[in-house]
């Protein structure tokens, strides 16, 4: 029902909705159920069925070989004669790099927005950064940099070395070890914990710190007391993330640890899959339910910590506070978190630069003779190497599009509706969210690659599977957005006798923008710089960046493996920079028209 109210002035009378934001009654509301949603709905139950079942493939997968029960994959992963040292590789990799990460991410964050060495703009973007250089070329990077004889940044310091009387022929780093694995893992790992322990530290009461140390706490004692318990949540969010990234993180281990014969799950399941003839399926899948369990422990002990963690946060919404000063230790702070910075993107991608431009990877670069040239041949000239990236971009915008389209529109739906099956869809389509990448890349072996569809070798089984592992992330960004449209914009366009798919067009998607493009640039740079799942489902007739690099490093062509890394770097910051400044100039004009707007 809706009452009618007409002031005294005869006014016009104003309509005072009694029900949820879209539930109006008579023909209002039985346009919800008209084709636009209808369509919606139908998207909905595609996309749930695209992220779930290859799950269940994988799972059914362990017990059923040819439609018959079997044990034959737990037998296989048994027989596997290193499945201990395997494992336990992968522990210590993971482990000990996520809380190597988790230190750094979060003393990063706090140094950002509880003292006073950020710098606005420079120090919130540093951290962030390397989201936007691939970890293949990160790790391609450093392998550059710090290889024991031929890498530059090693050969640079044994000549400062030479200076002060210490001869050294190798090192003083080498990259192939352990120390430099975990080193990699953690770069790339630190990022996923700044970014949520930011959102903590924003979101939490931080007059508790200032009343903490009025009441004589120290520094330490105020951030282990209340600093720590109030971010508890985010923190726990952030050990998921890294146990999920890390668990199936296959570019750093397959570039670093190979060469240092560190041997891990996410490489071993790939090797089954594609560098093993005839391809071991049930031993990958056995393989893949083990890092299925260990990231399944991570989200239950980040279940544990989120309900602890409930009672911790004290205050609403942070109010503005006076930064800690540090002092002397003001610039010191300031270089850790733009060192950082210079660790995880500067320096690799300087070594990216210089081996490609000078051609060939040596230790002394012809400065005189840099040029353009080698990466013209490596990049452009070379057929394979052009088709990859073309593909690359092609599926790259495509799936992003797609997938922020089917993001927002399923958005809206979840918004407006109040049915449990559409929940239940939504929760669906996010469930990837909690899966290894590896995981569900054989999942989609399993589910598409053979009959009836015979998917495999193809880049549709690509795009399918970049929109299933990264349209969880592309939907908190259309959550978010469709959440800051008023609803009485769409209750005005429905009064005014607009339907469902026209108030969407009109006044949700133009007013959702922003969010959506970054949104959708963050999903570009993921699909382009994908290498997981592209290491399991591509290949020669369906090429793509990701595999090609692994070509050409099987090959062990350095400049060339390092000039179409830059490439890949240089399309991913390019597309998101030019995306974010459009998304800015798009919030600005709206904000403009919101003010100059009369009542």
Do not use: C
Request: charged share 10%; no cysteine.
């Amino acid at each position: 029902m809706s009452s009618t109210r007409t002031d005294a002035g005869g006014s016009p009378p104003a309509v005072v909705p009694s029900r949820r934001p879209g539930d109006r009654p008579g023909p209002a509301g039985r346009r919800r159920a008209g084709p636009f949603t209808i369509v919606v709905f139908a998207l909905a139950v595609a996309l749930a069925f695209l992220a779930t079942y290859p799950i269940l493939r994988v799972v059914v997968g362990l017990f059923i070989t040819d439609g018959t029960l079997s044990l034959a994959p737990v037998r296989d992963v048994l027989a596997v004669g290193d499945l201990g040292t395997l494992v336990w590789n992968t522990l210590v990799a993971v482990l000990v790099s996520g809380v190597l990460a988790l230190v750094v991410g979060t003393a990063l964050a706090w140094l950002n927005e509880r003292t006073d060495a950020r710098v606005a703009g420079l120090t919130d973007a540093m951290p962030m950064i390397p989201f936007l250089l691939p970890p293949i070329a990160g790790a391609v990077g450093w392998v550059l940099l710090l290889s024991s004889s031929a890498g530059l940044l090693n050969a640079t310091l044994r000549w400062l070395l030479d200076g002060v009387g210490l001869h050294l022929t190798t090192g003083p780093f080498d990259i192939f070890s352990w120390p430099g694995l975990i080193f990699v893992y953690t770069l790339y790992q630190v990022p996923y914990v700044f970014m949520l322990v930011t959102s903590g530290l924003r979101n939490s009461d931080s007059s508790l710190d200032e009343q903490s140390r009025i009441s004589g706490a120290g520094r330490w004692r105020t951030i282990y007391r209340v600093t720590l318990p109030a971010i508890r949540p985010s923190i726990g969010g952030a050990i998921l993330l890294m146990g999920w990234q890390g668990f199936s993180l296959y570019s750093v281990p397959v570039i670093i640890g190979s060469g240092a014969d560190i041997d891990v799950l996410s490489v071993r399941i790939v090797n089954l899959l594609s560098f093993t003839y005839p391809p071991q399926t049930a031993t990958a899948v056995g393989l893949s339910f083990i890092v299925l369990a260990f990231v399944g422990v991570m989200w239950y002990l980040q279940s544990r910590l989120l309900r602890r963690g409930r009672h911790a946060v004290l205050g609403g919404r942070s109010q503005r506070f006076a930064r800690l000063p540090l002092g002397r230790w003001r610039w010191p702070a300031r270089v850790l978190i733009l060192g950082y910075g210079l660790l995880a993107v500067v320096l690799p991608v300087v070594g990216l630069l210089l081996v490609s431009l000078n051609g060939y990877w040596t230790p002394k670069i012809n400065w005189s003779g840099l040029s353009m040239e080698s990466l013209n041949d490596a990049v452009f000239h070379d057929f394979q190497t052009r088709q990859a990236v073309t593909n690359s971009v092609w599926i790259g915008v495509l799936g992003a599009t797609v997938g922020m389209v089917a993001a927002a529109l399923i958005a809206l739906l979840v918004l407006r509706s109040r049915s449990r099956v559409v929940r239940v869809l939504d929760g669906a389509i996010k469930l990837p969210s909690v899966f290894s990448h590896l995981v569900i890349a054989v999942g989609f072996i399993l589910a598409f690659a053979g009959p009836p569809l015979y998917l495999g070798g193809t880049t549709t089984i690509l795009l399918l599977a970049y929109l299933s592992i990264y349209l969880p992330q592309g939907s908190v960004a259309a959550d978010s957005a469709v959440s800051q449209v008023g609803s009485e914009l769409a209750e005005a366009s429905q009064v005014s006798g607009a339907g469902n798919g026209r108030t969407f067009r009109r006044v949700f998607l133009p007013l959702m923008t922003p969010g959506l493009v970054a949104g959708w640039a963050f999903l570009f740079a993921r699909m382009v710089g994908d290498l997981t799942a592209t290491a399991v489902l591509a290949g020669t007739t369906n090429m793509v960046v990701g595999f090609r690099i692994l070509q050409i490093f099987e090959n062990g062509s350095y400049a060339e493996l390092a000039s179409l890394a830059v490439v890949l770097t240089a399309i991913t910051t390019a597309v998101v920079m030019l995306s974010l400044a459009l998304s800015r100039r798009q919030g600005r004009w709206q904000g403009t028209a919101t003010v100059g707007r009369p009542k």
